[in-house]
């Protein structure tokens, strides 16, 4: 996508395989799924623009360039066991982030690499109850690992947040280390299901 003062190229895929196997009234099921990405970004001078070297970037060139790959993965498996009306299921979610970015500040003369991973894990369980003419269902599940990254800004960084979050057409970068605050979330769902005919 091409965003004004910050254009860029990104290429993502998606590959899955799956298995299922039914024994009676159990069934067993598990999925693969591993998401490769790449993206290059880049901010363009507004005008003529010294460098740290005593080069002149002229207006519209690369005064930062960025390569972003990104290699997520998850791994889901799954159990449901049917006695009479009712039937239970457990399972649980593994998923794998893996960030890094290269990045060039021509105006600066200076090159930063960064690497960043973690992982979330989610059990969960379940149990429907059929009846005639009505079906209830509660699900639950615990999403452990960490929340939504982040950057510690300070100092003269602070500002540049601030700046880069009201320009709401800059991407930027993450200029330091994230941060990864431990957290825990718990989901319960409860439905009734009712056929019309």
Do not use: C
């Not at 623009?49 to 960025?66: L, S």
């Amino acid at each position: 996508m091409n965003i004004p003062r910050d254009p860029g190229y990104s290429t993502a895929f998606d590959f899955g395989l799956g298995i299922a196997k039914v024994l009676g009234p159990t069934t067993f099921g598990m999925d693969i799924v591993y998401e490769p990405a790449w993206s290059s970004t880049w901010a363009k001078a507004a005008a003529r623009t010294p460098t740290a070297d005593g080069d002149t970037i002229p207006a519209g060139g690369k005064t930062i360039e960025n390569e972003f790959a990104f290699s997520n993965a998850f791994v889901r498996v799954g159990v449901s066991h049917v006695v009479g009306p009712a039937s239970l299921q457990l399972g649980v979610q593994v998923r794998a982030y893996d960030y890094h970015l290269d990045q060039w500040d021509n105006v600066a003369d200076d090159f930063r690499r960064q690497d960043e991973q973690w992982m979330e894990w989610a059990p969960s369980w379940g149990l429907a109850l059929r009846f005639p003419g009505i079906e209830l269902r509660y699900f639950g599940r615990v999403t452990t690992g960490t929340g939504r990254p982040g950057v510690a800004w300070t100092g003269a960084t602070l500002a540049r947040a601030e700046i880069a979050a009201l320009a709401n057409d800059i991407v930027v970068p993450p200029g330091g280390p994230l941060t990864l605050q431990d957290v825990s979330v718990v989901t319960h769902q409860v439905s009734v299901a009712i056929p019309i005919r």
